[in-house]
């Protein structure tokens, strides 16, 4: 948020909570006054009121001191339009009022009389974790003339929906729109398998667009004119219908389908929301013109008071539909918190609504719904357990709970009960009255009852919150893992196990059992023996399980014309005894560790997505974090996860491999650690622990040789063993200290493999000095196209150096080698075009410094390099020390400096002394001063390079 906005935004909002008389007695709001309430120097918050006042957003009341109002605050007061900005006094501003105004005592603005609150008040946290979000949303509303187009990310169920109308309810508390002001709610995903009649739906159509349009039909631009329109799911548009959407921020003008021209005006303040990561979901130009992203965190990343307001306004708002007071015990209140981990507010909405219909059956006749532990579905209980897992937050809780909690119907904000379309449009407690009545009077037992109302809540439940997700979706992810016959197959012994158990299965069976199939079928094929420990008592108690396994089996044995043995039926039996299972038991934990920013929670979050369980966690550890702090961050982790089976720790490279065996010593609780691990051996860690129940060793082994899940084709002749262990295709990006440049450039590279629309091709992030070390494993593992970055890792494939990358022809080259061509011949530059090269490679790196600025100093200093290295260096070293200097220029910005952890020799650190001196340029010019780490890092790279550039070259290929 800019300060003027800012600075706009405290004025308007604070003049909203006062009536005209009270302005009259304390004057307008002063420099200083403003300069202390936000916290900014005096000189700018006047620099800012003079711009507002030439853009007549503000008036000024002359005086000792000068006041300063909002325009459009005093024009809505005094019910007229002021023609000028600057006024001679208060009174004068009065007698403009018209005669039968009573000014001193009139109430200007809704707010000001209490009828209408600030919207953003009642949302729970507003001046918490949500501080900057309302902040962003407050300058989305409030910028002049009519508003900023908006875009809402965040995971499924954070409430994305909740903040647009919110937003749109300030824009009328504010002025922005009339009472009456259309707000259209529109979901994407309604229509993403037609995208004709999504665009339909959005632009209108005219008569003969295409089949079945028989008249001409407004679209919701047009019914949302003069308000504001929100589109839920908004990556669900296709490309032509986002080209349309940003045609019509840029002109206001559009067409609907069947037009030639855009001939269609409205004004409609935008709002999308998405799940997903804007930039690979979204047009980049679409994006672009967005100036306004607002993300909004999960519920994890809420404060533990804000998770508990959370979930007492989800239960106040089923007190006040049921109108009977609800009690709740603490330990419910824990499950339901716990079991929202991944779900977020959205699953916290269905589970309560679940308990408390639940609680109204079995409190039919008592005048207080009373739900405790003890009555919750065994699936919720679960959250209770995940919590337990982590027990600060556990502690955190519990410290702010009560024994038990009392909500009663009158509790609810009356600003808050609102229709939602996210809401069920049926009444469930009037249904379950009708029909426990009914049963009642056919003479049914209470039991009876209770059975068949438990599952027609479930029914009603489950089929109103599948219309807001997409069903094909978990089913697109299974057959990213699977045959699409695994999964055809898995879907009918889902109905027979139903059948068989007269009872309704999650969608997890699908990809539990697909996956189990698969792995099955492969060891049939490959004449892998079974291998599982402790199972002679797997059978007891069981005799349910074991009797739809052995269904499954003959099942299998037809389908696949193979012999199931019997250890296989107690797979099954203990497969799905674990789906039905209510209590989460002791298992291995799963503990994903990887370099990045995102990558292990990105992983972690699909697994459980997938799986829907598993004591599975995730360490983020960006490029420029410690790794003594993440050293620190996983001995904690690990304590909090084990439950008796030891960790498995996942990890990728570098100093997270030897960590494992550090915590085991010290915490005596076992860990083993599985190196280059991808998506799918999480996927299966986790399967095997919370499914399967299987040991540490006994995962951590099955692991060691997994190459992902194959597709199984039903054939008599055994398959080349080759295609069984295809290598997987990627670029190796390298850097010289693997914290810096690499891991950008990386993300660099993925955008334009992604616009080529090669999914297919990893980009590894690597060291240079680390290339050696894992040479093996890597080429083991990895199927190479080609090398970029700052010197050739000599792995026998094409290099591309970060100076060709980003010259002019840099993507056609990038773009032959991918598509497994020869390169241009490499063109003979001019030192003139390395300052140019730099300053584009800096652009893409550097987020803090101005790359023009830098790019002369940076050279500056290479050049005396140069002369204290006693030789030259090429344009390619030039480029990546450019490179590599700008992004440790930005670290000191940043107070994130690399740790060096080599040791100099006494000529380096005579060296290290003339390379503090010539540093010192930056300190005069910049005012940053690069550290002795820094430093070292820089001397290590420059030896590096020139030991290299003096190696004899291969030639491109």
């Not at 009022?97 to 209408?116: E, F, K």
């Not at 707000?183 to 665009?199: K, R, T, V």
């Not at 380096?908 to 910049?926: M, T």
Request: proline residues 4%.
């Amino acid at each position: 948020m800019k300060r003027i906005d800012k600075i706009y935004a405290w004025m308007f909002e604070r003049s909203g909570q006062m009536a005209w008389g009270s302005v009259c007695q304390r004057g307008g709001f002063t420099t200083q006054e403003i300069a202390e309430e936000l916290a900014i120097l005096r000189n700018n918050v006047s620099f800012e009121l003079n711009n507002l006042l030439r853009a007549e957003r503000i008036i000024k009341v002359k005086g000792r001191p000068v006041g300063y109002l909002p325009k459009a605050s005093v024009e809505h007061w005094l019910g007229v339009s002021l023609s000028r900005v600057e006024y001679d006094s208060l009174e004068v501003l009065t007698a403009l009022a018209p005669q039968n105004l009573q000014p001193i005592a009139a109430s200007p603005t809704p707010a000001a009389t209490g009828a209408v609150n600030n919207p953003f008040h009642s949302l729970i946290g507003a001046d918490g974790s949500l501080k900057n979000q309302v902040e962003q949303a407050k300058a989305a509303v409030l910028y002049p003339p009519s508003g900023l187009h908006t875009l809402i990310t965040g995971q499924t169920g954070v409430g994305k929906s909740m903040f647009a109308s919110v937003m749109f309810n300030y824009a009328r508390f504010a002025g922005r729109f009339a009472e009456q002001t259309p707000f259209i709610i529109f979901n994407c995903a309604d229509y993403a398998m037609n995208p004709q009649l999504l665009m339909a739906h959005i632009f209108g159509y005219v008569k003969g667009a295409f089949t079945g349009a028989d008249s001409d039909k407004s679209g919701l631009l047009q019914k949302a004119n003069g308000g504001m329109l929100f589109l839920d799911e908004i990556h669900r548009l296709p490309p032509e219908g986002q080209e349309m959407i940003f045609y019509f921020m840029d002109t206001g003008t559009y067409s609907r389908l069947g037009e030639t021209e855009r001939k269609q005006t409205a004004n409609v303040l935008l709002t999308g929301a998405t799940t997903e990561d804007p930039e690979s979901s979204l047009l980049k130009t679409f994006v672009r013109r967005i100036p306004i992203i607002i993300n909004l965190p999960s519920f994890e990343e809420r404060t533990t008071q804000e998770k508990i307001e959370l979930l007492k306004f989800l239960l106040n708002k089923e007190a006040h539909r049921i109108q009977k007071p609800i009690k709740i015990d603490a330990e419910a209140m824990k499950a339901l918190m716990g079991n929202t981990a991944f779900g977020n507010i959205g699953q916290m909405k269905s589970n309560v609504q679940l308990v408390c219909a639940n609680g109204f059956l079995h409190c039919l006749h008592q005048d207080i719904i009373d739900i405790t532990f003890r009555d919750l579905p065994g699936e919720i209980k679960d959250g209770f357990f995940h919590l337990s897992g982590r027990r600060d937050v556990m502690q955190q809780i519990t410290d702010r709970l009560e024994p038990f909690l009392l909500v009663r119907p009158e509790d609810i904000s009356p600003a808050l009960q609102e229709a939602d379309q996210y809401e069920p449009s049926f009444n469930l407690y009037s249904i379950i009255e009708g029909k426990v009545a009914f049963m009642q009077e056919r003479g049914l037992s209470q039991q009876e009852i209770i059975r068949f109302i438990t599952l027609d809540i479930n029914i009603h439940l489950n089929s109103f919150y599948l219309k807001f997700q997409n069903s094909n979706k978990l089913q697109e992810n299974i057959l990213k893992l699977v045959n699409e016959d695994i999964l055809r197959f898995a879907q009918q012994m889902k109905e027979l196990t139903e059948r068989e158990l007269n009872q309704r299965l999650t969608e997890r069976f699908l990809l539990a059992f697909s996956l189990h199939l698969t792995a099955f079928l492969e060891r049939i094929k490959n004449h892998h023996p079974l291998s599982y420990a402790n199972i002679d008592d797997a059978l007891e108690g069981r005799a349910r399980e074991h009797s739809v396994a052995l269904a499954l089996k003959q099942q299998i044995e037809e389908k696949f014309a193979i012999n199931v043995p019997d250890m296989e039926v107690i797979y099954l039996t203990l497969l799905i005894g674990s789906l039905l299972k209510t209590q989460q038991e002791e298992r291995v934990a799963v503990l994903v560790a990887m370099h990045g920013s995102s990558t292990a929670s990105s992983m972690a979050n699909v697994a459980h997505k997938l799986l829907g369980e598993g004591n599975i966690d995730s360490i983020d550890m960006p490029l420029d974090l410690s790794p003594k702090l993440v050293l620190d961050q996983m001995r904690q982790r690990i304590k909090e996860l084990d439950r008796g089976k030891g960790v498995l720790l996942l990890v990728d490279m570098g100093s997270l491999l030897g960590f494992g065996d550090i915590i085991m010593q010290e915490t005596g609780i076992p860990v083993r650690t599985l190196t280059m691990v991808s998506t799918p051996t999480v996927i299966e860690a986790v399967r095997k622990s919370a499914v399967m129940g299987m040991e540490l060793d006994d995962i951590y082994f099955s692991l060691c040789d997994f190459k992902g899940y194959g597709s199984y084709q039903k054939t008599t002749q055994q398959q080349d063993t080759s295609q069984l262990c295809q290598k997987i295709k990627a670029i190796l990006s390298v850097c010289s200290t693997g914290q810096g440049t690499a891991e950008k450039l990386k993300v660099f590279v993925d955008g334009m493999l992604q616009s080529m629309g090669r999914s297919d091709v990893n980009v590894i992030a690597m060291p240079l000095g680390e290339v050696d070390n894992q040479r093996e494993s890597l080429l083991k593992r990895y199927d190479f196209i080609m090398s970029l970055g700052i010197a050739d890792p000599k792995i026998d494939v094409p290099f591309l150096p970060l100076e060709a990358l980003f010259s002019s022809d840099g993507e056609a080259q990038f773009t032959l080698l991918v598509q497994g061509n020869h390169l241009y011949q490499p063109l003979v530059r001019p030192h003139a075009m390395v300052r140019k090269i730099s300053e584009e490679s800096m652009n893409e790196f550097l987020t803090y410094l101005n790359p023009k600025k830098v790019v002369d100093l940076v050279l500056e200093f290479i050049s005396e390099l140069e002369s204290v290295e006693g030789h030259p260096f090429d344009n390619g070293m030039k480029v990546s020390l450019c490179v590599h200097i700008g992004t440790a220029l930005e670290r000191m910005v940043q107070h994130n400096g690399l740790t060096y952890s080599g040791t100099l020799s006494d000529a380096d650190q005579l060296k290290l002394g003339v390379y503090q001196r010539i540093a010192h340029s930056f300190q005069k010019k910049l005012a940053i001063t690069l550290d002795d780490d820094e430093l070292s890092c820089i001397l290590e790279m420059v030896k590096e390079l020139s030991m290299r550039s003096i190696e004899p070259q291969d030639e491109l290929l």
